[in-house]
């Protein structure tokens, strides 16, 4: 079933940009190894995961070239288009699509003043959560900064991860198989996601274990700058970047580049968060029950 919290944005992404949106076209597409980005003909850019590990057409070129059909003919496509692909398609062409929703979004959110929550700039999205040393925390991919943070302030935590090769040894002891998810994210009094799981559909499902008095982030350059349908079905925070450099943030993901290379050179972090951190205290929170 096609991401409900991605159809709903692309929703008001169209209804925001109205007919402006039908001369916004396609400058640039690059397909990294951990990042895709795509560059608007406004001058805005996005990005998303590049899901390669999901990915069992990337071990063959035409298995490849069937996932990934347009190669060579995106520039000047109209970015509405792609919206489609967002939303209606897997892999690659969902993280080409996830991207150029997260460019338009940057368009919509300079055109709209923030409702019922804040803008934070600069902000990085675990110093926005407030952890407390006494709170239990599930983190859901292996965020290496967040796992050296909660370390540092002792916090109970576990990190539910699908392929363990990417901790470290000394983070093993905190690791939980992603298949425990049901066991161990109840648990947490902060349950923090990789905005990953909007590409594979998985998001839905980890909201729905949390308790109703957790709170929930989802963090990282797939997470687009328009909270609405976040919020309506019960996270509190949201951690996204902005570009500033697209040309740049552009290349650095062309060349392997992950955020250790763009951020605070041609991206900045951006926090979303609303006032409240109980989901049963936001509107709709424990209500909208729909698959995300």
Known sequence: MANAILRRTVEIVRASLGPALDDITIERVA????????????????????????????????????????????RGRR???????????????RSVGIATLNALAQIVNENRTPQGFEIVEGLDAFAGAEVGADETVVVVGAFV??????????????????????????????????????????????LIITGTTLANDTLGDLIALAKPSARI??????VTMIPDAFFE????ILGGIKVT?????LAVIAEGGSG????????????LRRPTHRRDQIPGGTLQTEPV
């Not at 002792?154 to 049901?182: C, I, N, Q």
Request: charged share 25%.
């Open 31 to 74: 397909i990294g190894l951990f990042f895709t980005g795509v560059k608007l003909s406004t001058g805005h850019a996005g990005a998303c995961a590049t899901p390669v590990k999901d990915m069992p057409e990337a071990v063959c070129c035409p298995s490849s070239a069937m996932a990934m059909p347009f190669p060579g003919k995106l």
């Open 245 to 249: 450099d697209p040309d740049a943030f």
């Open 145 to 190: 900064p967040f796992l050296r943070e909660l370390r540092n302030i002792g916090a109970r935590h576990w990190v539910l991860e699908k392929d363990p090769s990417t901790l470290k040894p000394h983070e093993m002891p905190y690791f939980k198989e992603a298949e425990r998810a049901p066991d161990v994210v109840p648990e947490a009094d902060v």
């Open 79 to 93: 970015a509405a288009d792609l919206l489609d692909e967002a939303v209606e398609q897997v892999g690659i062409r």
């Open 217 to 222: 982030v989802v963090v990282g350059p797939t």
């Open 233 to 236: 079905r019960g996270c509190h």
């Open 260 to 271: 250790y290379h763009f951020f605070g050179k041609s991206a900045v972090k951006i926090t």
